[in-house]
């Protein structure tokens, strides 16, 4: 069967809400960047007794540069994503996630406020 996938939800907001995910570092793509955060504390309770702490996330943020993240410091910078536009589960073992959104600093939210 073909395009089951559309008729998957990923509740994002519930997976991201209790998790306080840093800053690795940013590299450049042609029409943004991707931003590398690690996940150091995950307290989302799953339907087994995995988690996702030490896992990695790449966060596609369009229309930024490299520059926009120069005050981000690897492993110091907690960060918040924020403006999901996509957010999809891929892969043969529904295992890989995909994000476009923007990434702040958790100071930066606070701010915002």
Do not use: W
Request: net charge neutral.
């Amino acid at each position: 069967m073909k395009n089951l996938s559309q008729f998957k939800d990923f509740k994002h907001q519930e997976f991201l809400e209790k998790k306080r995910l840093y800053f690795l570092g940013v590299k450049a793509l042609e029409n943004g960047v991707k931003v590398s955060l690690l996940i150091l504390e995950d307290k989302t309770v799953y339907q087994n007794e995995s988690n996702n702490l030490g896992e990695q996330l790449q966060i596609t943020v369009q229309n930024k540069i490299v520059d926009n993240f120069i005050d981000f410091k690897p492993l110091q910078t907690e960060c918040k994503i924020v403006n999901v536009k996509k957010a999809t589960i891929y892969g043969d073992y529904q295992n890989q996630l995909s994000i476009h959104a923007d990434v702040i600093a958790v100071n930066q939210a606070e701010d915002k406020k």
